[in-house]
């Protein structure tokens, strides 16, 4: 054999073998070219799926989440039209519950939702191929505040065919968390009722104005004006056929909100701080239709038909997209993992509260901040009857050799905590309490001699513990809450008399109820009134409570944002509600992280 000719055979096979190798590898190239591909657009629709799907999920439930989700993965793919998203209603609970997902197929994908997602899950490992694995972060919030899509694609390969690869398959999936919006402007005012009519109610020449808030940076510098802002969370639904959510009788009766100057629809001006602020120019909302307007048009269930008469609320009610609800309240003072049974403390503060359900507690979300039950740990330390335990010395007052009545006479000055064992208990001269209190009964301040003043001076802002009765003072009395933070039980209220006296009430400024003036457990009325002097700064929140202002003249001013079931306000003066950034609750909507 011609040695040549040999070497000719073995080249066109070697060349041959070369050619294979080169069109086997090109064809793989332009296949795993085409798969990375896929997977660079399912992350994109991963993400959008799981950021919508967040947000439901925290606004509603996981069956919306779900739902969401799937719609998002159909709108944002190319090559999936729709998608079932019926196995969602079946799949998830209304409730936050464990190991619940839903696969669907469409095509060549397969679409998983997961709600929640536990802290063990795989999906919480890193989403990105190569990554190492990720641990979890104090930002990655709770499982309840986490929906994951999960997108498996199954493609059919162009050219790797030749040498026995068919298909290819990739697996993205992305992990969304949501938490509450910070550094936004607080509510002045927000009224909690989700279902009633009347929720937000001036009458009898009366007057609700919220002023413009002074924004301020990181530092607590001002930095410009905001709008203030009403906002009422009832819909409407229940017995508004005369009488809507918002209602002003009265055209000597005023509801207004105030904002930087420049609106539309603004009526005037005044100075708020340095800065010029414009009358009208805020938000008044309400979640039930019928904005925008309130007068002269019919306008139910959200205003009285032409409510305000001649003179209508100022702006036009607007719709409120969602109701807030007490959830912010809950979240940074009561915080508790489950709100739909307090299964943590069955039967132990019953006295003092309702047990917190789905029906009374407007669906609170979990909490995931962190945070202790600070007001439920209160409740349990004092107890019904006796001393509190485990917050230190306490004497009562009675066995101090003091009187439950006390009529004018010589100051009384108790220095340390102590428990007002009295039924009814009777001040008409100055009386100071440089620590925590308890109160089984009553208290009364009354006369132009009597001055109640209760004020933490032990080293930490204090506190004020009302185990039952009411809380009164008169019109000449004067009332002294100074850094203090008051609870009242169920059995409980508020009912302060306007008039020539004072009031001040100022919540903590650290610790465990910082910038929290009043919590209020109780469903009965509470009564609130113009004073010659008057300072309130804080929250006060007073969730199953109506809250009624009166007065006589003039407006009063307040640094206090307000939360109640409901408002009425009557009387010929008005109350200017403008709360301080740094001292209220904010009410940012939820803001979405993609967090795996």
């Known amino acids: 054999m011609d040695p040549k000719r040999s070497e000719r055979g073995a080249t066109a096979v070697m060349m041959a073998f070369t050619v294979f190798l080169l069109i086997g590898a090109s064809a793989i190239a332009v296949d795993i070219a085409a ?13 959008s799926a799981a950021a919508a799907g967040v947000l439901e999920a925290v606004i509603n439930d996981g069956q919306s989440a779900c739902e969401t989700a799937l ?11 729709s998608i079932d998203d ?3 209603a079946t799949a998830f609970s209304a409730s936050c519950t464990s190991g619940q997902a839903l696969t669907v197929t469409s095509g060549r994908y397969q679409i998983t939702v997961t709600y929640p997602v536990e802290d063990s899950d795989p999906l919480m490992t890193s989403g990105i191929v190569g990554a190492s694995p990720q641990a979890l972060h104090q930002d990655d919030g709770d499982e309840c505040e986490r929906v994951a899509v999960e997108m498996r694609s199954t493609r059919d390969s162009f050219f790797a065919q030749v040498l026995g690869f068919n298909q290819g398959t990739t697996t993205v999936h992305t992990v969304a968390t949501t938490h509450t919006g910070t550094g936004q402007p607080p509510i002045n005012l927000l009224v909690l009722d989700r279902h009633g009519c ?6 009898g020449n009366g007057g609700i104005i919220v002023d413009a808030v002074i924004a301020e940076d990181n530092m607590g510098n001002p930095t410009d004006l905001v709008e203030g802002i009403i906002a009422a969370d009832s819909d409407g639904s229940v017995g508004c056929v005369t009488g809507g959510v918002i209602a002003v009788e009265g055209t000597g009766s005023r509801l207004r909100a105030d904002g930087p100057e420049g609106c539309a629809g603004q ?6 701080g340095s800065y010029t602020a414009g009358e009208g120019c805020g938000k008044i909302q309400t979640f039930a239709p019928g904005t925008p307007g309130c007068a002269p048009v019919l306008n139910l269930p959200a205003c009285s038909p032409g409510s305000g008469g ?8 607007t719709p409120l997209p969602q109701p807030y609800t007490r959830e912010r309240a809950d979240h940074r003072w009561n915080c508790f993992a489950d709100y739909t ?3 943590a403390n069955p039967g132990t503060v019953s006295w003092a509260t309702d047990p917190l359900t789905t029906a009374n507690e407007q669906n609170i979300n979990p909490c995931t901040q962190g945070t202790p039950d600070y007001i439920y740990q209160l409740i349990n330390a004092v107890g019904q009857t006796g001393l509190p335990t485990g917050l230190g010395s306490w004497s009562t007052w009675t066995g101090l050799g003091h009187a439950c009545n006390l009529n004018p006479g010589t100051a009384i000055t108790v220095t340390g905590n102590v428990v007002i064992d009295c039924p009814n208990f009777t001040v008409r001269r100055s009386v100071t309490i440089t620590g925590n209190a308890v109160f089984n009964g009553n208290v009364s301040v009354t006369s132009g001699s009597g001055h109640f003043f209760v004020g933490n001076s032990l080293g930490a802002p204090g506190w004020a513990f009302f185990r039952g009765g009411t809380l009164v003072k008169d019109a000449q009395a004067q009332l002294t809450l100074n850094y203090t933070m008051v609870y009242m039980s169920k059995t409980s209220r508020v009912q302060l008399s306007g008039g020539t006296g004072s009031l001040t009430w100022v919540s903590p400024d650290s610790g465990d109820f910082d910038d929290l003036a009043l919590w209020s457990d109780s469903p009965l009325d509470h009564f609130w009134a113009g004073q010659a002097s008057l300072r309130m700064e804080g929250v006060f929140f007073m969730p199953i409570a109506k809250a009624f202002y009166s007065g006589t003249s003039s407006q009063n001013q307040t640094e206090a944002q307000w939360i109640a079931d409901k408002l009425e306000a009557s009387g010929g003066a008005a109350l200017v509600v403008t709360p301080s950034v ?15």
């Open 35 to 47: 798969i990375w591909l896929d997977r660079s657009a399912d992350q994109k629709v991963t993400d």
């Open 71 to 81: 719609a998002y993965v159909a709108v944002n793919s190319d090559e999936i039209a």
């Open 86 to 88: 019926s196995g969602c």
């Open 198 to 203: 009347e929720a937000v109610k001036v009458r």
């Open 267 to 272: 009526t005037g001006t005044h100075s708020v």
């Open 310 to 317: 001649a003179n209508p609320p100022n702006p036009v009610a």
């Open 341 to 343: 049974w307090l299964s």
């Open 582 to 596: 740094g001292r209220s609750l904010s009410f940012g909507g939820p803001q979405t992280t993609l967090i795996r």
